[in-house]
């Protein structure tokens, strides 16, 4: 098999095409594998981190707030848009591969668009409840849009052939146990409570979540996981300020990132975090209860609508941004510990959202696009 994959821009949309990728090269080890992604973007340093070729097209996004500024890089991106179809259609006649899989993010739009010109059969993957606007483009004409959440159909155009595949996850993330997860991490038979705001960190989460941690200090009824990210390195120096010497609290383990995620998430009883993709397919895998907090800052508010998607199954609540403080954080926390059985609710229901098979979905779909048996 040739297999070409093409996206990026954040890992939300690189990380499924690399655990595809993955998946492929495990029933096929001599399978050609390219990834076509965006000069300068993260993947072309991600891509060859895992062992997969890597070819880039020159392309950008649309920055959507009006200003001067944003109207000059506007008319780069409206020239690279002619430059990029050049540079992926040079890509793909070189490559010749028997099929393309589109993950989102701009630069899967003039590879995935040309290899459709081409007669390459091709599939895109679609994380998010809320469809991004390459996805949806793209969609019309695509042999198979894969879909994350049922929910994102609604938002696609009529001709879409959609198949719900679920988002690939992890395996370190499937295999994770609770009670052996709590056994490697030291903790005691306390409800632990897990936060993060991803690998950069977030503001307003790690604000919250210090006023959580004073309120918890108090009883010591919890036990703690908070990663402040790399932008948060001045929240230690804000406990402080809030009168919590974390020496006299080994309830509570704070970090700048989470490099042991599996295990945390396993040993979790909540988990306060954004509403990214990859990070609810994995909360769900692991059947956990969750407080959602979207990031108002993603394209088409796509993590609010990710949140939706279980919240309206009641299996997660939800704190927007404009709502979140320590006190509403400490509010929603004791309501939701007051009835254990609203824990044990949500994570039932989140339980019943997961497809922990969506890498072998996916390799079968690929296989029955090009006719073939699944090895």
Known sequence: MRILFAGGGTAGHINPALAIAGTVREHEPDAAVLYVGAKGGMEERLVPKAGFEFKSVTISGFQRKPSWANLKKNLVTVAHLFTSTQEAKNILRD?????CVGTGGYVSG???????????PSLIHEQNAFPGVTNKALSRKAAYTMLAVSDAQRYLPPQARCVLTGNPIRPAVLRAKREESRKKLGLDERPLILSFGGSLGARRINEAVAGLLEWSAKTGAFQHIHAYGQWGRWFPDLLKEK????????????????????DCLAAADLVIC?????????????AKASILIPSPNVAENHQYHNAMALVSR?????LEEKDLSGESLCRLVEELFEKPQTIRALSENAGKMAITDANERIYRLICELLGRSVS
């Open 95 to 99: 490559f010749r591969p028997d099929v």
């Open 110 to 120: 003039p590879v995935i668009r040309e290899a459709m010109k081409l007669g390459i």
């Open 243 to 262: 009168g919590i010497d974390l020496a006299a609290h080994p309830e509570m383990d704070i970090r700048e990132y989470i490099d042991n995620m599996p």
């Open 274 to 286: 954004r509403a990214g993709a990859i990070t609810l397919s994995e909360l769900q895998a692991q």
């Open 314 to 318: 009641n299996a997660a609540r939800i």
